[in-house]
């Protein structure tokens, strides 16, 4: 049995178990209020749409907006939200700049001693921002990371499915990543920071990933990252698989840029900067989003080979196996009832569409360098890239 389903063995029973024991064994500890002065920058380019429902939502003491050369009439819908009290500071850029340079630009105009980054079409829950201060009562504690929920769920059978994920990959994932100090990045479409760790680290670097590029610094510059899953924040999915497949290529393509290329010496011993938690931290990007997606099809090349056509059903087992773990840790979590039947079919989708396509985007990256012509980053700024 373990020679037939040694890849099962290996990548996916070891994430279930681990995942189910913290979920169920390891108590979160409550946290006492903590009142700390806080600025929100919320950046976006043509957001006029969603601007004044993510701003609304923000019970932030100062709020900060930046217009990143919009051309869609959001300077008017900040000015308005300034003129109603709203808002407290608007900053226009004159052109598209990137997202990174656009919250650079709003985070001199902060005042607060945290500062939350919000993405303009994501709205918080009521109490988030008071959720999340309470962590930073740890002065080694450099950002925290919002629980992520898909906000329109209910719009299209792919936004269902993103909503399984994010309770999979966040509200599950990081839960874990935080009971054992490896917290990869913090979620860029709502996050807080400390704001003297953003100015130690120089703020945000030009990366297409540029949420994981600036906690990795923080992270090497030796300030601890947490996950608050009372800090619930709302963001919007692609609606449709095409948009979900072109977000997920550039995604997936900067697990080779950030966790290989740049921030390979994590693994390095001889750093005068090493740390054993940032070293696990990347092997464990490394080990499920690169190494397991490019194992697969080998796995399924042996497994013909080994066992000729009974490989389907040895397939369809592993895959009905799954479908039941993957219940049991929704279920602990309290998903909503609604998303449970579609979980088979999520599966489905990560292991006939989304993984192959992890393994385009990994290789397309390696070969190409695919990220240096994304235009998530003005094609005038790229020579900036690391």
Same mark, same amino acid.
């Given at each position: 049995?373990?020679? @037939?389903?040694?890849?099962?063995?290996?990548?996916?029973? #070891?994430?279930?178990?681990?995942?189910? +024991?913290?979920?169920?064994?390891?108590? !979160?500890?409550?946290?006492?209020?903590?009142?700390?002065?806080?600025?929100?920058?919320?950046?976006?380019?043509?957001?006029?749409?969603?601007?004044?429902?993510?701003?609304?939502?923000?019970?932030?003491?100062?709020?900060?907006?930046?217009?990143?050369?919009?051309?869609?009439?959001?300077?008017?819908?900040?000015? +308005?939200?300034?003129?109603?009290?709203?808002?407290?500071?608007?900053? !226009?850029? &004159?052109?598209?700049?990137?997202? &990174?340079?656009?919250?650079?630009?709003?985070?001199?105009?902060?005042?607060?001693?945290?500062?939350?980054?919000?993405?303009?079409?994501?709205?918080?829950? #009521?109490?988030?921002? +008071?959720?999340?201060?309470?962590?930073?009562?740890?002065?080694?504690?450099?950002?925290?990371?919002?629980?992520?929920?898909?906000?329109?769920?209910? /719009?299209?059978?792919?936004?269902?499915?993103?909503?399984?994920?994010?309770?999979?990959?966040?509200?599950?994932?990081?839960?874990?990543?935080?009971?054992?100090?490896?917290?990869?990045?913090?979620?860029?479409?709502?996050?807080?920071?400390?704001?003297?760790?953003?100015?130690?680290?120089?703020? @945000?670097?030009?990366?297409?990933?540029?949420?994981?590029?600036?906690?990795?610094?923080?992270?090497?510059?030796?300030?601890?990252?947490?996950?608050?899953?009372?800090?619930?924040?709302?963001?919007?999915?692609?609606? /449709?698989?095409?948009?979900?497949?072109?977000?997920?290529?550039?995604?997936?393509?900067?697990? *080779?840029?950030?966790?290989?290329?740049?921030?390979?010496?994590?693994?390095?011993?001889?750093?005068?900067?090493?740390?054993?938690?940032?070293?696990?931290?990347?092997?464990? *990007?490394?080990?499920?989003?690169?190494?397991? #997606?490019?194992?697969?099809?080998?796995?399924?090349?042996?497994?013909?080979?080994?066992?000729?056509?009974?490989?389907?059903?040895?397939?369809?087992?592993?895959?009905?196996?799954?479908?039941?773990?993957?219940?049991? /840790?929704?279920?602990?979590?309290?998903?909503?009832?609604?998303?449970? &039947?579609?979980?088979?079919?999520?599966?489905?989708?990560?292991?006939?569409?989304?993984?192959?396509?992890?393994?385009?985007?990994?290789?397309?990256?390696?070969?190409?360098?695919?990220?240096?012509?994304?235009?998530?980053? #003005?094609?005038?700024?790229?020579? !900036?890239?690391?």
């Amino acid at each position: 049995m373990l020679l @037939l389903f040694w890849f099962t063995v290996i990548f996916d029973l #070891p994430r279930y178990f681990i995942s189910v +024991a913290v979920i169920t064994l390891i108590p !979160r500890k409550k946290l006492s209020p903590l009142k700390l002065t806080n600025s929100a920058v919320v950046a976006g380019h043509n957001e006029s749409n969603s601007l004044r429902a993510c701003v609304e939502s923000l019970e932030a003491d100062q709020i900060v907006i930046v217009d990143d050369g919009s051309t869609d009439g959001m300077w008017e819908v900040a000015q +308005a939200l300034l003129n109603e009290g709203l808002a407290h500071v608007a900053v !226009r850029l &004159p052109v598209r700049s990137s997202k &990174p340079n656009a919250i650079n630009a709003g985070l001199e105009s902060c005042t607060g001693e945290i500062v939350f980054i919000v993405d303009a079409d994501t709205i918080l829950d #009521p109490g988030a921002i +008071a959720a999340a201060l309470p962590y930073f009562a740890d002065p080694k504690v450099g950002g925290v990371s919002c629980d992520l929920k898909i906000r329109n769920e209910e /719009t299209t059978l792919i936004t269902r499915f993103q909503a399984i994920e994010y309770a999979t990959s966040i509200t599950v994932g990081k839960q874990v990543a935080d009971a054992f100090g490896i917290m990869p990045n913090v979620s860029g479409a709502c996050g807080a920071f400390r704001r003297s760790a953003l100015l130690q680290v120089g703020g @945000l670097g030009m990366e297409v990933a540029e949420d994981a590029d600036l906690a990795m610094k923080l992270r090497r510059h030796g300030w601890d990252l947490r996950f608050a899953p009372e800090a619930i924040a709302r963001t919007n999915g692609p609606e /449709t698989m095409v948009d979900l497949l072109l977000q997920r290529l550039r995604w997936d393509a900067n697990i *080779v840029t950030i966790w290989w290329r740049k921030y390979a010496g994590n693994l390095n011993l001889s750093r005068a900067d090493f740390r054993l938690s940032n070293a696990l931290t990347s092997l464990d *990007v490394i080990w499920f989003s690169a190494i397991l #997606p490019l194992v697969l099809p080998i796995y399924i090349v042996w497994l013909w080979n080994y066992v000729g056509e009974f490989a389907f059903t040895l397939l369809l087992a592993v895959f009905l196996c799954l479908s039941v773990l993957d219940l049991l /840790t929704l279920a602990l979590i309290r998903m909503p009832l609604r998303l449970l &039947p579609y979980v088979p079919l999520y599966i489905c989708m990560q292991s006939l569409i989304m993984r192959p396509m992890r393994i385009i985007s990994l290789l397309s990256e390696m070969i190409f360098i695919i990220s240096r012509r994304d235009n998530y980053i #003005p094609q005038y700024q790229r020579w !900036r890239l690391s």
